[in-house]
């Protein structure tokens, strides 16, 4: 989550809003625009309903952004192309904040700054050091505040506005179990989203934007999450785009398409959806309700011979070939304090690792490995070489059926999260927006 992102959790689900029916437009068919418009070029300020929003708020709220997802120097065409994602979402920001103190709720000074204060121990950091690395960054105490208002301000009016008036009947939340029961063995999806929004007008420009984004995601600077965060227009860029896990069946029909082909580590998009396009990652993949090997827990040693510096490339293949001459002795966990000791590599035990959460191409080595043996050595010269003995494995018991209030507070969030959607939208087609 973003940097403020103190409070959130609700687990956000891709829906169709099939709630709007389409409208068609009267346009010509052969249409012609008089005059010159960017929508691309604008002044980075506006007047929200009166509210004003500076040229410093949205630089602050891009240092912001950038020290929260450790980002070094970024190029002046996405510091451009962020500055306008981050004064939509200050525009959003505002929208949220006025509608909540419209309905009487307003988040207090102490509450503010009791999260600042979460916020600032997350960074190891007591509150003055945080304000100060906030002006390093190009940030300030009072643009994170802001933030923190009003995420707490949102969330507080769907609590009292919206949660009370999503009910959830027990007959539909018994369909659903029995439709899980029904579909033991499907594949499930573990996916990330980032939608951008599209009309006529700016499609060929938002798929544009959109090989632009996945030409920098591919790049592996920054993880999928911090672009979601960026760029996504849905709800779940408050979570990185994280989707959870989902079946094909309630997915939009094109991506679910796209989903079931894609592997796990993927990047597929853009996507043409209904109001726009999507990009998707496949994190990972199951089948529902049947135990998965990846979901063993492991008994682990990790043997780790580290490189001092100024060692050579030379000395390091040296070293590096003895540590691997050392693993073909290794007969057992039982000896392999033995082995390290004869390399000088250190030895540290886990117990708890999932074979899920291992890099893919480990794990499933991992898979493959008897109790005692050694996985082949793998590192860098930076960060030394390392090898992985498992000592023990647990296997995963048959998948379950998730409980009546596991399903229920499901389906809670994601009506939550499709009524405040519409609710954003409303606010922006009422607003007042005067930019700068």
Same mark, same amino acid.
């Given at each position: 989550?973003?940097?403020?992102?103190?409070?959130?959790?609700?687990?956000?689900?891709?829906?169709?809003?099939?709630?709007?029916?389409?409208?068609?437009?009267?346009?010509?068919?052969?249409?012609?625009?008089?005059?010159?418009?960017?929508?691309?070029?604008?002044?980075?300020?506006?007047?929200?309903?009166?509210?004003?929003?500076?040229?410093?708020?949205?630089?602050?709220?891009?240092?912001?952004?950038?020290?929260?997802?450790?980002?070094?120097?970024?190029?002046?065409?996405?510091?451009?192309?962020?500055?306008?994602?981050?004064?939509?979402?200050?525009?959003?920001?505002?929208?949220?904040?006025?509608?909540?103190?419209?309905?009487?709720?307003?988040?207090?000074?102490?509450?503010?700054?009791?999260?600042?204060?979460?916020?600032?121990?997350?960074?190891?950091?007591?509150?003055?050091?945080?304000?100060?690395?906030?002006?390093?960054?190009?940030?300030?105490?009072? !643009?994170?505040?802001?933030?923190?208002?009003?995420?707490?301000?949102?969330?507080?009016?769907?609590?009292?506005?919206?949660?009370?008036?999503?009910?959830?009947?027990?007959?539909?939340?018994?369909?659903?179990?029995?439709?899980?029961?029904?579909?033991?063995?499907?594949?499930?999806?573990?996916?990330?989203?980032?939608?951008? !929004?599209?009309?006529?007008?700016?499609?060929?420009?938002?798929?544009?934007?959109?090989?632009?984004?996945?030409?920098?995601?591919?790049?592996?600077?920054?993880?999928?999450?911090?672009?979601?965060?960026?760029? !996504?227009?849905?709800?779940?860029?408050?979570?990185?785009?994280?989707?959870?896990?989902?079946?094909?069946?309630?997915?939009?029909?094109?991506?679910?398409?796209?989903?079931?082909?894609?592997?796990?580590?993927?990047?597929?998009?853009?996507?043409?959806?209904?109001?726009?396009?999507?990009?998707?990652?496949?994190?990972?993949?199951?089948?529902?309700?049947?135990?998965?090997?990846?979901?063993?827990?492991?008994?682990?040693?990790?043997?780790?011979?580290?490189?001092?510096?100024?060692?050579?490339?030379?000395?390091?293949?040296?070293?590096?070939?003895?540590?691997?001459?050392?693993?073909?002795?290794?007969?057992?966990?039982?000896?392999?304090?033995?082995?390290?000791?004869?390399?000088?590599?250190?030895?540290?035990?886990?117990?708890?690792?999932?074979?899920?959460?291992?890099?893919?191409?480990?794990?499933?080595?991992?898979?493959?490995?008897?109790?005692?043996?050694?996985?082949?050595?793998?590192?860098?010269?930076?960060?030394?070489?390392?090898?992985?003995?498992?000592?023990?494995?647990?296997?995963?018991?048959?998948?379950?059926?998730?409980?009546?209030?596991?399903?229920?507070?499901?389906?809670?969030?994601?009506?939550?999260?499709?009524?405040?959607?519409?609710?954003?939208?409303?606010?922006?087609?009422?607003?007042?927006?005067?930019?700068?």
């Amino acid at each position: 989550m973003g940097i403020a992102a103190v409070a959130a959790g609700a687990v956000a689900q891709t829906v169709q809003d099939n709630s709007v029916p389409q409208a068609p437009l009267d346009i010509p068919a052969n249409l012609q625009i008089f005059g010159k418009f960017d929508p691309n070029v604008r002044k980075p300020t506006a007047i929200v309903n009166n509210t004003v929003i500076t040229g410093t708020d949205v630089d602050q709220r891009v240092g912001l952004v950038l020290a929260a997802n450790n980002s070094g120097q970024v190029s002046a065409e996405d510091r451009e192309r962020l500055k306008l994602q981050v004064l939509r979402q200050l525009i959003d920001e505002t929208l949220q904040i006025q509608e909540a103190r419209t309905n009487d709720i307003t988040i207090t000074k102490p509450e503010i700054d009791q999260s600042y204060d979460r916020v600032a121990r997350n960074f190891n950091r007591n509150p003055q050091q945080m304000a100060a690395f906030l002006r390093e960054a190009g940030s300030s105490e009072k !643009s994170l505040k802001r933030q923190i208002e009003g995420e707490l301000a949102w969330q507080r009016f769907l609590r009292r506005k919206v949660e009370p008036f999503v009910n959830i009947g027990d007959q539909e939340v018994k369909a659903i179990l029995d439709r899980l029961e029904a579909s033991k063995g499907t594949e499930e999806y573990n996916l990330r989203e980032i939608y951008l !929004s599209a009309n006529d007008a700016t499609a060929q420009q938002v798929v544009t934007n959109a090989r632009g984004i996945i030409t920098e995601i591919q790049k592996g600077q920054q993880p999928f999450e911090y672009f979601a965060r960026q760029f !996504s227009e849905a709800s779940t860029r408050a979570v990185g785009g994280d989707l959870g896990w989902v079946r094909t069946a309630v997915l939009p029909a094109e991506l679910a398409a796209a989903a079931q082909q894609m592997q796990v580590g993927q990047v597929a998009g853009p996507i043409e959806v209904p109001g726009g396009v999507s990009i998707l990652y496949l994190t990972d993949k199951r089948q529902v309700l049947t135990a998965d090997p990846r979901d063993a827990k492991l008994s682990l040693k990790q043997l780790t011979l580290r490189f001092p510096d100024g060692t050579t490339q030379a000395q390091a293949t040296q070293r590096a070939e003895a540590f691997t001459k050392a693993l073909a002795n290794i007969q057992g966990c039982g000896t392999v304090a033995k082995v390290a000791g004869s390399v000088g590599a250190e030895v540290v035990d886990n117990d708890t690792v999932r074979v899920r959460d291992l890099p893919p191409q480990l794990g499933d080595i991992m898979l493959k490995l008897q109790i005692g043996q050694s996985t082949p050595p793998f590192g860098s010269p930076e960060q030394g070489v390392r090898a992985l003995v498992l000592c023990g494995r647990d296997d995963p018991k048959s998948g379950q059926l998730p409980t009546s209030d596991q399903v229920e507070n499901q389906l809670q969030s994601q009506r939550v999260n499709l009524r405040a959607q519409q609710k954003l939208r409303d606010l922006r087609r009422d607003a007042v927006v005067e930019y700068r």
